[in-house]
C-alpha cells in the first residue's frame, strides 16, 4: 500500500531546509512567505518529515518542526505499485488557497461527494489538503490521468458539476496561487505489493 502525506513548517531561511539524500519514499519540497511544505509518498502508514527533510525550522508550540495536514479530497489514489509508478518525468506544481471559515466543512463535504462519485476524474497524483484553514494542492506536470477503473463508496451523481467553479468560489477567502518548488526526489517505484 502507497500513503500519501504532506506536512507543513516554518523557516525564516527556506533555502536551507533540504530533502535528505537516500530516501526510501518520494518526496518534493515547496514553499511561500516562510512556509515550508513537505509532500511524502511512502509504504508506511506512517513517517517521520524529520527523517526526510532537514534545515533551519522554526518549532512549533509543541516543540515539533513539522506539522502533518489532513488529505481532504484526492482524484485516484494508489491501487498497486503498477498502477502508481509515473509513466514520464514530472514535475510538482503546488497551490494554496485559504477557505473562509464557516465554509470549511462543505467543502470538505463536496469534495468528498466529488471523489466518491467520479473517482480518476482529474490529475492523478492531485490531492488537496488542510492545515488550519489553508487548502494545499499538490498536482503534477505533465498531467497525467488515471487509466485503471477505481470504485468510489457512492453510487449517487449529486456532484453539481454544471456549477462547481462558481460553487467553490463561494468557499475561498482569497484567489489559488501557485508556489515554489524548492527540490524533489526522484520517483521511487514502491515494489512488491503488500
Same mark, same amino acid.
Given at each position: ?60 508550540? @509543541?516543540? =515539533?518542526? *513539522? #506539522? !502533518?495536514?489532513? %488529505?481532504?479530497?484526492?482524484?485516484? +489514489?494508489?491501487? @498497486?505499485? =503498477?498502477? *502508481? #509508478? !509515473?509513466?514520464? %518525468?514530472?514535475?510538482?506544481?503546488? +497551490? ?99
Amino acid at each position: 500500500m502507497i500513503y500519501r502525506f504532506l506536512f507543513v513548517g516554518y523557516s525564516e531561511n527556506v533555502q536551507s531546509v533540504k530533502l535528505l539524500p537516500d530516501s526510501a519514499h518520494y518526496a518534493a519540497l515547496s514553499w511561500e512567505h516562510g512556509r515550508v511544505f513537505l509532500y511524502v509518498e511512502a509504504n508506511e502508514k506512517t513517517v517521520d518529515p524529520d527523517k526526510l527533510a532537514t534545515g533551519e525550522l522554526i518549532p512549533y508550540p @509543541t516543540g =515539533a518542526k *513539522w #506539522e !502533518r495536514a489532513i %488529505e481532504i479530497f484526492h482524484y485516484s +489514489k494508489p491501487v @498497486t505499485a =503498477a498502477q *502508481w #509508478e !509515473r509513466k514520464r %518525468e514530472k514535475t510538482p506544481h503546488v +497551490k494554496v488557497n485559504w477557505l473562509k471559515p464557516e465554509k470549511i466543512a462543505g467543502y470538505i463535504f463536496y469534495h468528498h461527494q466529488y471523489q466518491e462519485e467520479y473517482p480518476g476524474d482529474g490529475d492523478r497524483y492531485g490531492i488537496i489538503f488542510l492545515h488550519g484553514e489553508e487548502l494545499i494542492f499538490y498536482l503534477e506536470n505533465p498531467t497525467e490521468n488515471e487509466t485503471e477503473k477505481i470504485e468510489g463508496a457512492l453510487t449517487t451523481k449529486n456532484t453539481p458539476r454544471d456549477r462547481w467553479g462558481a460553487l467553490m468560489g463561494e468557499h475561498f477567502a482569497d484567489q489559488w496561487r501557485d508556489i515554489e518548488n524548492l527540490e524533489h526526489s526522484s520517483y521511487i517505484g514502491f515494489g512488491a505489493e503488500e
